[in-house]
Nanobody, 116 residues
Framework: QVQLVESGGGLVQPGGSLRLSCAAS????????MGWYRQSPGKQRELVALIANGGKIKDADSVKGRFTISRDNAKNTVYLQMNGLKPEDTAVYYCNAVDTSLHLYWGRGTQVTVAS
Protein backbone atom coordinates (compact mmCIF):
# COMPACT_ATOMS: atom_id res chain seq x y z
CA GLN A 1 0.00 0.00 0.00
CA VAL A 2 1.04 3.55 -0.70
CA GLN A 3 -0.21 6.59 1.18
CA LEU A 4 -0.12 10.04 -0.39
CA VAL A 5 -0.53 13.36 1.41
CA GLU A 6 -0.80 16.62 -0.52
CA SER A 7 -0.12 20.13 0.71
CA GLY A 8 0.32 23.61 -0.69
CA GLY A 9 -3.05 24.54 -2.15
CA GLY A 10 -4.80 27.81 -1.53
CA LEU A 11 -6.13 31.01 -3.01
CA VAL A 12 -3.97 32.97 -5.42
CA GLN A 13 -4.54 35.84 -7.81
CA PRO A 14 -4.31 35.36 -11.59
CA GLY A 15 -0.70 35.36 -12.67
CA GLY A 16 0.46 34.14 -9.29
CA SER A 17 2.31 31.01 -8.26
CA LEU A 18 1.82 28.06 -5.94
CA ARG A 19 3.83 24.95 -5.23
CA LEU A 20 2.07 21.71 -4.38
CA SER A 21 3.82 18.91 -2.53
CA CYS A 22 2.91 15.25 -2.22
CA ALA A 23 4.67 13.01 0.27
CA ALA A 24 4.51 9.27 -0.28
CA SER A 25 4.83 6.62 2.41
CA UNK A 26 4.30 2.90 2.72
CA UNK A 27 5.41 0.62 -0.13
CA UNK A 28 7.28 3.36 -1.93
CA UNK A 29 9.72 0.88 -3.48
CA UNK A 30 6.86 -0.33 -5.69
CA UNK A 31 6.08 3.07 -7.19
CA UNK A 32 6.72 3.39 -10.93
CA UNK A 33 5.48 6.93 -11.46
CA MET A 34 3.90 9.81 -9.59
CA GLY A 35 1.90 12.70 -10.82
CA TRP A 36 -0.84 15.24 -10.43
CA TYR A 37 -4.41 15.26 -11.68
CA ARG A 38 -7.08 17.89 -11.22
CA GLN A 39 -10.84 18.03 -11.21
CA SER A 40 -13.08 21.07 -11.37
CA PRO A 41 -16.86 21.02 -10.78
CA GLY A 42 -18.76 19.33 -13.57
CA LYS A 43 -15.62 18.08 -15.29
CA GLN A 44 -13.76 14.81 -15.40
CA ARG A 45 -10.50 14.37 -13.57
CA GLU A 46 -7.66 15.17 -15.94
CA LEU A 47 -3.93 14.60 -16.00
CA VAL A 48 -1.82 17.62 -15.20
CA ALA A 49 1.67 16.14 -15.12
CA LEU A 50 3.35 12.80 -14.54
CA ILE A 51 6.95 11.87 -13.79
CA ALA A 52 8.28 8.33 -14.07
CA ASN A 53 11.10 6.75 -12.09
CA GLY A 54 13.47 7.27 -15.01
CA GLY A 55 12.63 10.97 -15.07
CA LYS A 56 10.44 10.95 -18.16
CA ILE A 57 7.76 13.61 -17.87
CA LYS A 58 4.35 13.91 -19.44
CA ASP A 59 2.28 17.04 -18.99
CA ALA A 60 -0.95 18.43 -20.33
CA ASP A 61 -0.87 20.94 -23.19
CA SER A 62 -2.83 23.39 -21.07
CA VAL A 63 -0.03 23.69 -18.52
CA LYS A 64 3.07 23.45 -20.72
CA GLY A 65 5.45 26.29 -20.03
CA ARG A 66 3.66 27.22 -16.80
CA PHE A 67 3.71 24.14 -14.55
CA THR A 68 6.76 22.04 -13.68
CA ILE A 69 6.70 18.64 -12.02
CA SER A 70 9.70 17.42 -10.09
CA ARG A 71 10.55 14.61 -7.72
CA ASP A 72 12.84 14.31 -4.72
CA ASN A 73 13.48 10.60 -4.30
CA ALA A 74 15.33 11.09 -1.03
CA LYS A 75 12.21 12.65 0.46
CA ASN A 76 9.72 10.46 -1.43
CA THR A 77 8.03 13.66 -2.49
CA VAL A 78 6.76 14.99 -5.79
CA TYR A 79 6.21 18.69 -6.42
CA LEU A 80 4.15 20.73 -8.82
CA GLN A 81 5.39 24.27 -9.31
CA MET A 82 2.59 26.30 -10.83
CA ASN A 83 3.38 29.70 -12.34
CA GLY A 84 1.24 32.03 -14.36
CA LEU A 85 -1.93 30.67 -12.80
CA LYS A 86 -5.22 31.30 -14.58
CA PRO A 87 -8.80 31.15 -13.29
CA GLU A 88 -9.30 28.00 -15.37
CA ASP A 89 -6.64 26.28 -13.27
CA THR A 90 -9.05 26.36 -10.34
CA ALA A 91 -9.67 22.78 -9.27
CA VAL A 92 -9.00 20.16 -6.65
CA TYR A 93 -5.54 18.80 -7.34
CA TYR A 94 -4.90 15.14 -6.57
CA CYS A 95 -1.59 13.41 -6.16
CA ASN A 96 -1.35 10.05 -7.89
CA ALA A 97 1.04 7.12 -7.80
CA VAL A 98 1.11 3.96 -9.88
CA ASP A 99 2.96 0.86 -8.76
CA THR A 100 4.57 -2.04 -10.60
CA SER A 101 1.22 -3.85 -10.64
CA LEU A 102 -0.39 -0.79 -12.25
CA HIS A 103 -2.42 -0.19 -9.10
CA LEU A 104 -3.37 3.45 -8.68
CA TYR A 105 -3.17 5.37 -5.43
CA TRP A 106 -4.70 8.77 -4.75
CA GLY A 107 -4.29 11.49 -2.19
CA ARG A 108 -7.29 13.29 -0.72
CA GLY A 109 -6.73 16.34 -2.84
CA THR A 110 -5.91 19.98 -2.23
CA GLN A 111 -7.98 22.93 -3.43
CA VAL A 112 -6.39 25.50 -5.72
CA THR A 113 -8.45 28.61 -6.37
CA VAL A 114 -7.30 31.31 -8.80
CA ALA A 115 -9.33 34.48 -8.41
CA SER A 116 -8.83 38.22 -8.04
Amino acid sequence: QVQLVESGGGLVQPGGSLRLSCAASGSIFSINAMGWYRQSPGKQRELVALIANGGKIKDADSVKGRFTISRDNAKNTVYLQMNGLKPEDTAVYYCNAVDTSLHLYWGRGTQVTVAS
